[in-house]
């Protein structure tokens, strides 16, 4: 889809915030039910925010987690994935990428081979993708860190309680699993390093009185001020020399994943620190929080987990492994080496093969 096809949309004009936890960013709806609307087959109605999430968690709890890969960075091209009036360009935006979603893994699969590979006006002039197989075909021969913390933020109970017993039944299938091991990366460095240069990639689309406002109160920071929220800060005042250092750093990391990935096949760690939690719509972002075990955090350092494969650029699928005790999905992410998208994949099927998939919670079981 790109903004060359007919669709409606909230206007020429409109201007989503350049953060915005409310979902998508991308306010055009989709040519097919813009054709099914201008039919008159069905009727468009306005409907708050809260209501549409509302929505959505009912449905998190009858369909449960979709498995949905995060593919190697660039795998799949992302042009036409832009809002009207932006041009559908090729262009490679640091840590953005496109990958499909399913109800089962066994789909991943294919629906990758349908989107991945270079753009076909550009790359595709010279380079052909060719991804290798699985290192694996049966469960038992794998090879998994399984992670269930992080330094900085705490992982909810009912999470850590899931993967537990995840790692059990693993175990008990003939995976060789690991929960610990010194080739590991510093999670605290990658997540610091992570959040300065996601925000120096979204800084560049505040307006310039946002940006002046968030450069005055970076340089206000003191220097061992290293929370989360003040890396952030620094990476919106990010000069291209910082960038260009920053980079170095993932290069390095990317190193450390390289050697770590030489004695293990997959990382399985948490998607998120807790499972689906209610939203915070306060006007000031950074007065929102997440309750972890009834203590409140600031509410963007669980973006962390997303750091842990997008910032080296890995590929990385979710699968759900089980239901809170209010019912509510928990997933992790299986992190693999850089283009093995294909390990990840196969394992994540092999998951849900072993263990089951997706199961209706009571009552949602017709």
């Not at 753009?119 to 998994?144: C, G, I, Q, S, W």
């Not at 909810?156 to 060789?176: D, H, Q």
């Not at 992190?335 to 990840?344: F, H, K, M, Q």
Request: some cysteine; charged content about 20%.
């Amino acid at each position: 889809m790109t903004p060359l096809m007919k669709m409606h949309t909230l206007g020429h004009d409109f201007v989503p915030d350049p953060i915005h936890a409310g979902g998508l960013r991308y306010h055009g709806m989709s040519p097919l039910l813009s054709h099914i609307y201008e039919l008159s087959l069905i009727e468009a109605i306005a409907i708050e925010q809260t209501e549409c999430f509302a929505a959505a968690i009912t449905f998190a709890r009858t369909e449960g987690i979709v498995p949905a890969p995060e593919p190697t960075h660039a795998l799949a091209p992302t042009r036409g994935h832009t809002p009207p009036p932006l041009p559908p360009l090729p262009l490679d935006r640091d840590m953005s990428v496109i990958g499909p979603m399913a109800r089962c893994a066994g789909d991943l699969s294919l629906l990758l081979d349908v989107i991945a590979g270079p753009d076909p006006l550009e790359a595709a002039t010279a380079y052909r993708l060719a991804l290798p197989p699985p290192r694996h075909h049966d469960l038992k021969n794998f090879r998994v860190l399984l992670i269930d913390s992080d330094p900085l933020l705490p992982t909810a109970n009912s999470v850590r309680t899931a993967i537990e017993k995840l790692a059990a039944g693993l175990g008990k299938a003939g995976v060789s699993v690991a929960r610990a091991s010194p080739l590991l990366p510093d999670f605290a460095a990658s997540t610091r390093l992570y959040m300065r240069m996601l925000m120096s990639f979204l800084g560049a689309a505040y307006t310039p009185e946002g940006y002046a406002g968030a450069a005055a109160a970076a340089a206000k920071l003191a220097p061992d001020d290293n929370s989360l929220a003040a890396e952030r800060l620094r990476g919106i005042a990010f000069s291209h020399r910082d960038w260009v250092m920053a980079d170095v750093a993932r290069a390095r990391l990317r190193a450390q994943w390289r050697e770590l990935f030489k004695s293990f096949d997959t990382v399985i760690c948490p998607v998120m620190p807790t499972p689906a939690y209610p939203h915070d719509h306060s006007a000031d972002q950074g007065k929102r929080r997440i309750d972890i075990d009834g203590t409140d955090y600031v509410y963007s350092d669980q973006l962390a987990w997303a750091g842990i494969a997008t910032l080296p650029g890995l590929p990385a699928t979710a699968i759900p492994i089980g239901l809170s005790p209010d019912g509510l999905p928990i997933g992790v992410q299986i992190v693999g080496p850089y283009l093995e998208d294909r390990t990840s994949l196969k394992l994540a099927e092999l998951i849900e093969r072993e263990f089951g998939g997706f199961v209706p919670p009571p009552l949602f079981d017709d």
